[in-house]
């Protein structure tokens, strides 16, 4: 991604809502695919982003700062079951999973996994095979599902419970949200000692007070990647703090993000200790969606019990 700009657009996306504006705004960017050569916002003015390819701008002008809904992936989401799962990391899990639904005659549909610092989190959308691929909706069968899954995630050394929550209907939430906010809860962001880190490859988060405007500034220097700023926002939003300034700046390989903000209370951040952990926080959210390895792809025929 060049430094250049090949597209300009001026969004109306000004809110009452501080916290949640821009993460639509990001959301929108992501989910299109846009990459994001430079962005500047001030609360008090419109927001400037410069994007790729112009044919983009149009699009962001209609739909920025406003939610979107899809009958058709609403209808879709609602034929099935989802299940959100955070628990301990360890190899083969995600063969253990699909190995019990598999059992119990459930296929899945769709499922995205993260893991990041021992912890992992998934969402898995499943249908019932035996009735023809209605959702689930049994109590005793989701009992025992939950149950049987239970086993299989707390097959673990390490102290945390593992998490098992069923929705009805899937999960309307943007599921990459939904995955930041399952393992900030998880506390994925506190680093256990058995686990060995690459520090060239950990962002750079710096964070000060800035006296003369009363704002916390806090100053990412990162790899660039796909819906880095989508992930950002998300954390920041999710712990309550509102931006009211924020540039953005991609390089060749480097994305530099510079942040004005205070807490939802209207204060800056307080002690040493409060930015320790936006630190820790914004360092987990960025780290969460890199990718390492091999990365393998397979085309086939579905069926029963295929993923594991």
Known sequence: MGSATMGLSYDPVLSADKVSVLREA?????????????????????????ITPPAAV???????????????????????TSIELT??????????????????????????????????????????HSTGGDRIEDPNQLFTMKELLYNVLKGSVHFKVPRIAV?????????????????????????????????????????????????TVVIIRSKDRPKLLFDVLCTLTDMEYVVFH????????EAYQEYYIRHVDGLPVSSEAEQQRVRDCLEAAIERRATEGLELELCTEDQ???PA
Request: proline fraction near 3%; charge should be negative; charged fraction near 20%.
């Open 58 to 80: 149009t699009v962001i002008q209609q739909n920025a700062g406003n939610k979107i809904i899809d009958e058709d992936m609403l209808n879709y989401i609602q034929k099935y």
């Open 246 to 253: 924020e540039t953005v700046i991609t390089g060749r390989m």
């Open 167 to 215: 929705a009805l209907g899937g999960v309307v939430i943007h599921r990459g949200r939904r995955l930041h906010q399952m393992l900030y809860d998880d506390r994925d962001f506190e680093k256990p000692e058995i686990i060995n880190y690459n520090a060239t490859s950990t962002p750079n988060v710096t964070i000060f007070y800035c006296s003369d405007r009363d704002y």
């Open 87 to 128: 628990a301990s990391d360890r190899p083969g899990l995600l063969s253990e999973i699909c190995v019990v639904l598999s059992d119990l005659g459930y296929i899945v549909v769709d499922a995205e996994i993260w893991t990041h610092n021992g912890r992992a989190a998934a969402i898995i959308d499943v249908k019932n």
């Open 26 to 50: 990001a959301t929108l960017y992501s989910s299109q695919s846009f990459p994001l050569n430079a962005s500047y916002v001030d609360t008090a003015m419109a927001t400037v982003n410069h």
């Open 304 to 306: 029963l019990g295929l």
